[in-house]
Every structure is written in structure tokens, then in C-alpha cells.
């Protein structure tokens, strides 16, 4: 986290940068695991980079989680990630390409019953929740300047909720303004690790945008160099891609890279294109340098990495 914040303060001279607890510092500092002032901050700031958040069991031994209660509180309807390959020898060279996917977190209600033979799961999903993230995607999509887009869903298993996805989508994009089509998720995944770079922009069904965040992240160098962004109307919650565990990672040695892409993203929906753009630029360069941690092929420190990359903004 440190790393965002230097990160934030070397691209812009003008940003205020502002620090609220939750989890386990919060409930050191007031007996709760989100107490109202960081709830308050996030509402008022709207753009939000979060560390990592245990779950926790309450008295009654069910598992909750300060940050999932977050992002229900702010609506935040629907996830993206931007996959990147920051050196050739990381994966896919040049790979740059855009994930959608509604948060179900937020967008849908499951149950699950216990009988004698088993459990039933039902799930219901509000249509609103495809609809009102495919809009932000079209949005993002528009601005970038970019043209193409697939939408993946698996209407062999789910027929009615992936054709529900799919009408949002055709209501949406538009063939003539960009180059779409609908692909089930088994084809996609096929033909994306023979030719990634087909598509600028995937528009997922829920059920399995995981799996093919699970992919592009393996073709763009793995899970903790790339952020999470929660989007809502007025909040976007970033949780940067974290290590499993930290057990194995020796003592200030954490690869800090998908912190300071977090820091791209947030200056990126602030309306600073520039400056985000400029912090992609240096982590790249410092990549291509040979200037890393150790999980990537270096030797750097975390703080030494963060001043090379600091350097190149």
C-alpha cells in the first residue's frame, strides 16, 4: 500500500491521499471490523485502494467479511481487470485486453438447502445487474478508442440466464460502431490461448469470469501483478492481486507491482488519463530493464522496485 500511495503522490501534485481501517486494525482501534468513519471516508472520497482483508468468524461461528460488507453497502455492481504483458518474457508479448463481469456479490441472491440426499443451490439474478454493468463497459470501452468485444457465456448449461446476458449485451453494443460476437465460454478459451489478441474487451457471464480471468492472468505473467477494480455509481473500491499467502515471500521482498497498477486505475477513473497512462509507461520500462523482485526474475527489494519505478514517471 505504500507503494500506490508514492505512487499517487510522484504522478500528481494536486491528489489528497486519505486512510481509513478496517478489519483487524479497525477492530483494534473501535471494537468494529468497518466502524462508520471508514465507511464515511469511502463515500466521500468515491475512490477507494484496498489491502487485504481476512474473513473473520462472528459469535455465532458464521464467516463474514468486512470488505464484501463494503462493497454491498456501495452497490458495487460490477468487477474489471485490465490484463497486461509488462515484459515478453512473461507471457503473451503486447497482450492488453479489458474483463467485465457483473459483481454477484451484489447482483443476485443464492440459497442453499440441506435435505436428506444432498443440497439444493438456487440462485436468482436480477437482469438489472447485467444490464447496469454492460453499460459502464460500454462506457469504458467508448473511451478507450478501442473496437472490439466478445460476449461469453455457456448456453448449453445455463440457457435462460446466458440468453438474458446476451440481450443486454446485443441492447447495448452496437455491430456497426464495433466488431462484437458471442462465444460459449469452452470456445473462447480455445481460440483466446491460440489468438489473444482478437478481442479488445470481454463482456463475461459471472459464473465464469474467474475462469477466464484465471487464463488471461496466466498469459500476462499471474494473478498478483494484475488489480482488482469494484465499480458502483459513485465509488470504485481497487483491491490490489495478492499473494495466496505471504509465507513464502521473504520479509520486504512482496512484489508491489499490481499496487502501483492500482494506482494507474485510480488516477485512470479520476479523469487523469496522462498520469495513469505514465505510470503504465514506467512499470514497463522498469520491467524491460531487468528490474524486478524476485518472483519475477529479480532481486530488487519492494521499496527498491517502487524507487525504480518512481523514477521512470
Known amino acids: 500500500m505504500p507503494a500506490a500511495e508514492r505512487t499517487i503522490s510522484m504522478a500528481t501534485s494536486d491528489v489528497e491521499i486519505v486512510r481509513g481501517d478496517i478489519g483487524f486494525a479497525a477492530y483494534e482501534r473501535t471494537g468494529e471490523l468497518l466502524p462508520h468513519d471508514t465507511t464515511d471516508l469511502v463515500r466521500e472520497c468515491g475512490n477507494v485502494i484496498c489491502g487485504p482483508v481476512k474473513d473473520y468468524r462472528d459469535e455465532g461461528g458464521k464467516t463474514v467479511n468486512p470488505l464484501k460488507s463494503l462493497k454491498v453497502s ?4 460490477a468487477i474489471v481487470r485490465c490484463f497486461r504483458t509488462l515484459s515478453d518474457d512473461l507471457g503473451v508479448p503486447g497482450l492488453d485486453i479489458t474483463l467485465w463481469a457483473s459483481n454477484m456479490t451484489v447482483g443476485s441472491d443464492i440459497v442453499e438447502s440441506r435435505d436428506i440426499d444432498g443440497i439444493t443451490i438456487s440462485k436468482y439474478i436480477r437482469s438489472s445487474s447485467y444490464s447496469r ?5 460500454l462506457t469504458d470501452l467508448e473511451l478507450s478508442g478501442r473496437g472490439s468485444v466478445v460476449c461469453v457465456t455457456q448456453d448449453t448449461l445455463f440457457p435462460d440466464s446466458s440468453n438474458m446476458f446476451s440481450e443486454a449485451f446485443d441492447s447495448l453494443f452496437d455491430p456497426s460502431a464495433f466488431r462484437t460476437c458471442h462465444w460459449n465460454i469452452q470456445y473462447w478459451a480455445s481460440k483466446f490461448v491460440r489468438d489473444p489478441k482478437e478481442f479488445d474487451y470481454i463482456v463475461c457471464a459471472d459464473l465464469y469470469s474467474n475462469v477466464a480471468a484465471g487464463i488471461m492472468a496466466g498469459m500476462t505473467g499471474g494473478n498478483r501483478l494484475t488489480p482488482i477494480a469494484y465499480v458502483g455509481e459513485d465509488c470504485n473500491l481497487i483491491v490490489p492481486g495478492l499473494y495466496k499467502t505471504f509465507e513464502d515471500v521473504p520479509k520486504g521482498y512482496a512484489n508491489p507491482t ?3 497498477s492500482s494506482a494507474a486505475m485510480s488516477l485512470f477513473d479520476m479523469g487523469r488519463k496522462d498520469e495513469a497512462l505514465s505510470i503504465v509507461r514506467a512499470l514497463k520500462e522498469t520491467y ?6 524476485p518472483d519475477v526474475g529479480g532481486t530488487l527489494t519492494t521499496e527498491d522496485f517502487t ?3 518512481l523514477s521512470r514517471i
Open 258 to 260: 499490481s499496487a502501483i
Open 288 to 293: 524491460d530493464a531487468g528490474e524486478r523482485t
Open 133 to 137: 454493468m454492460m453499460a459502464r463497459a
Open 74 to 77: 456501495l452497490d458495487l455492481y
Open 307 to 309: 524507487d525504480r519505478v
